[in-house]
């Protein structure tokens, strides 16, 4: 996984004094007190991708990343450690906060920072961790009780090599926000439902791509667009075995390494979702690549119709392919 590496910033002085006065107006005094050991701290821009919309981070079991963040106040003595999402319990040793390196825990799941001192901890808002469960435990097919199947790459010399991980997802993690527009139960397998956990391959540069497609098409209807236009994902990440059901379905698809999604957007504004919004989100597809070359892919585009096969194919394979397909 790529990382941008960031150094902690610290902002001494009127800042700190000013956040902690804000907390004390409407906090528990305990709050206040926790808020004033513990400085405000929150991901550095870089953290959200080219896009500046992805909310989830990616990582392998006990790898040392640069996690960027941006400490306000003082970060001498600082230490950090992992929760669960959605919990507070510390589920790692505290470490000591030196530059940018942090080291994963070791488990897979969902992560949120924890930042420390004197025995006071405040946790990092706005990025989720996920620490993926590796390839290698994949056997016969099987990952932890659950069906993948068989990449081509593992019969075929010279085909694309298989994901390095995947998400574990719980009922729970379906609702984590992903990116602005998108939440981790969008890239579900669509073969096995009811069977928990879930497990999918998603690649971040697809996240940022569909991101500034959204701000592409949000650009053409004005500055504030943005946070009202929604995306429906018809099929994310696709299982090799689920794969092999799909009428039509090409047999080294995308899909199968987290590197596509099928995609509906009402790219007009006109309540539906029609064949000239699939062209429109072409459009901003191809805009997309020329300004950003490193997210070249596939591009789908699928009009008929019906609403439910009005959709657009959009992926990051790093190669130019283009086709058009009816309902």
């Known amino acids: 996984m790529v990382w941008i590496a960031a150094g902690v910033v610290a902002v001494v002085g009127a800042f700190q004094f000013i956040e902690a006065a804000s907390d004390a107006n409407d906090k528990p005094v305990g709050t206040y007190l926790a808020r004033a050991v513990v400085p405000l701290a929150e991901p550095s821009a870089s953290a959200f991708g080219l896009s500046g919309e992805v909310k989830l981070a990616f990582a392998m079991p006990a790898q040392e990343i640069s996690y960027p963040l941006d400490v306000h106040g003082d970060p001498s003595a600082l230490h950090y450690a992992w929760v669960r999402n959605g919990d507070s319990a510390l589920v790692t040793a505290a470490q000591p906060l030196n530059g940018d390196k942090v080291s994963v825990p070791a488990k897979a799941g969902f992560y949120r920072l924890a930042l420390l001192k004197s025995g006071q901890q405040r946790q990092v808002e706005g990025l989720t961790l996920a620490v993926l469960v590796p390839f290698e435990e994949k056997e016969r097919g099987i990952l932890r009780g659950y069906r993948i199947g068989t990449y081509l ?52 540069k697809l996240l940022d791509k569909l991101e500034l497609v959204i701000a592409e098409i949000a650009r053409w209807h004005g500055a504030n667009a943005v946070a009202n236009i929604e995306i429906d994902v018809h099929s994310g990440f696709r299982a090799p075995a689920h794969n092999r059901t799909i009428r039509r379905a090409a047999r080294d698809s995308q899909h199968q390494y987290g590197d596509a999604a099928d995609v509906a957007i009402d790219a007009n504004g006109d309540g539906k979702i029609t064949a000239i919004d699939s062209r429109m989100v072409g459009l901003a597809v191809e805009i997309v690549e020329l300004k950003h070359p490193d997210l070249v892919g ?24 283009r086709w058009r397909g009816g309902g």
């Open 298 to 321: 596939g591009l789908g585009i699928y009009t008929s119709g019906h609403s439910s096969t009005n959709y657009v194919h959009i992926d990051v394979r790093g190669r130019r392919a």
């Open 153 to 204: 790459a593992e019969r075929v010399r010279g085909k694309t090599p298989p994901p390095e991980g995947f998400l574990e997802i719980t009922p729970p993690d379906v609702d984590i926000p992903i990116t602005r527009h998108l939440k981790v139960g969008d890239f579900l397998n669509h073969d096995q439902p009811g069977v928990w956990p879930s497990y999918a391959a998603v690649n971040p």
